[in-house]
């Protein structure tokens, strides 16, 4: 049975320096923005023959803020994991540049009464297999090879402990929180002020995963030297780089899966009409259809197609074919994409053998369509090939995915057509082996 390779993941985080950094780690990004008016970033990144499709979110600082930000984004995104990587100040065994990944976070409401600090007790834990994952990853040190900066001679550590979140920030080791928290929570390597709500929104949606990384960018009494150090940067640069890490090496039977509705899906296409599609959040179940219908169709028809969908698009698109063709691979769907049929092209006539592909290789056609596949010969030699297909189709052939609002000779305004944004690569993959399942 085919296991489904591509998973949804949230990071939270609470500074520009550690957004960039976090951004720098992923590719096609785009801007969405949930109803209530909170600003996300989406994009993917590709690591191990996996594909993760990512929504990272700058947040106020705060235990409360990253609660309700956390709460929100797990609604949005229904992710199987939720990070907040960010920044901290070390407490005790770290150096600047180092980086914690959190197993627990002490989170406590301080009050002074009678000059002395009362606490209000609250530990909130980090997944048990994301902890697992991250003290795997520590003992490597294959996540440097990630950092966009070369090493100093001192390389960074990476430490698995428990961090405390406090609500004010901490200047000294004379001040009395700092030696409240050295009393009462001597195990605790860094603070930081959002833990302690995000974990709590965690615990509340126990069907995703959850984990904290910081990186260390202050010691307590010595922030002067830190930020002449430049050390917020390096700091964010790490966290970031050992997160991306410890998703890179995430096998999807690590984290547990989301759960979708039995329920019929709405799907919302561009044209402005709605597919009932049932259950199309299940991949697995549906590829193990569509290859049982073209086992029997193989066995009582003499016509069959080489490919079950063919890849056309601009040389400047390729990032998005490329994410797709990977995708539907993964699910066992047969795709024509011409990274993976190098040694059947080459000395071919390349003018006749698309032509062949696209007019008659193929049950569905991809076009990927955009004002660079307006503007380039072959795209428009393949988009011939592939509407004298349709022409003479009882049924669709050509699948539009618009990239922008470019206008195309011979396909027409009442087309269904996905756009992307909003759709993703994942929702587009998962609606083609839908497709394929209805029509094999």
Not at 69 to 85: H, Q, T
Not at 259 to 280: D, K, V
Request: proline share 4%; aromatic share 10%.
């Amino acid at each position: 049975m085919l296991k489904l390779q591509f998973c949804t993941a949230v990071i939270l985080t609470t500074l520009p320096i550690t957004y960039r950094a976090i951004r720098s780690h992923l590719n096609k990004v785009h801007e969405e923005i949930h109803p209530l008016g909170t600003v996300y970033e989406r994009g993917s990144f590709t690591a191990e023959g996996r594909i993760w499709d990512i929504g990272i979110v700058e947040v106020d600082i705060g235990n409360a803020n990253a609660a309700l930000e956390a709460e929100r984004a797990i609604s949005y995104f229904k992710p199987n994991l939720i990070l907040f990587v960010g920044v901290a100040d070390g407490l005790k065994d770290v150096r600047i540049g180092d980086v914690v990944a959190a197993t627990k976070v002490y989170g406590y409401e301080s009050r002074k009464a009678k000059n002395t600090f009362q606490i209000g007790p609250d530990i909130s834990n980090s997944t048990y297999r994301m902890v697992q994952r991250a003290r795997t990853e520590a003992r490597k040190d294959n996540w440097l090879q990630r950092l966009r900066e070369p090493l100093s001679d001192l390389a960074p550590h990476v430490f698995v402990a428990p961090i405390a979140a406090s609500e004010k920030v901490i200047s000294s080791t004379h001040s009395a929180i700092w030696r409240f928290l050295n009393t009462n929570y001597g195990d605790a390597l860094a603070v930081e002020m959002e833990g302690s709500g995000f974990l709590r929104a965690a615990y509340a949606n126990q069907q995703v995963d959850a984990l904290i990384i910081r990186g260390i960018s202050e010691l307590i009494d010595e922030t002067r030297e830190a930020e002449a150090n430049n050390s917020q940067e390096k700091a964010a640069q790490h966290a970031s780089a050992f997160a991306f890490e410890v998703v890179a090496k995430l096998d999807p039977a690590e984290i547990l899966p989301v759960e979708q509705p039995a329920a019929t899906a709405l799907t919302q296409y561009s044209s402005g009409r709605s597919l009932s599609m049932e259950n199309i959040g299940e991949p697995i179940n549906l590829t193990e259809k569509v290859k049982r219908k073209q086992n029997a169709r193989m066995r009582s028809s003499k016509r069959h197609y080489l490919y079950d969908v063919a890849l056309s698009f601009a040389k400047e698109d390729r990032g998005y074919a490329e994410d797709l063709a990977n995708i539907l691979q993964l699910h066992g769907i047969k795709v024509f994409y011409d990274k993976y049929d190098k040694s059947s092209l080459w000395g071919k006539n390349l003018y006749t053998h698309l032509s062949d592909i696209y007019q008659n290789k193929a049950q569905y056609c991809v076009m990927f369509l955009s004002r660079h596949y307006a503007n380039t010969l072959w795209t428009n030699h393949e988009r011939d090939a592939a509407q004298a297909r349709a022409f003479r189709e009882k049924q669709e052939y050509i699948l539009p995915l618009r990239l922008d609002g470019t206008h195309f000779p011979g396909i027409l305004p009442t087309t269904a057509y996905l756009s992307c944004p909003p759709e993703t690569i994942d929702t587009i993959a998962n609606i083609i082996v839908e497709k394929l399942s209805m029509y094999c």
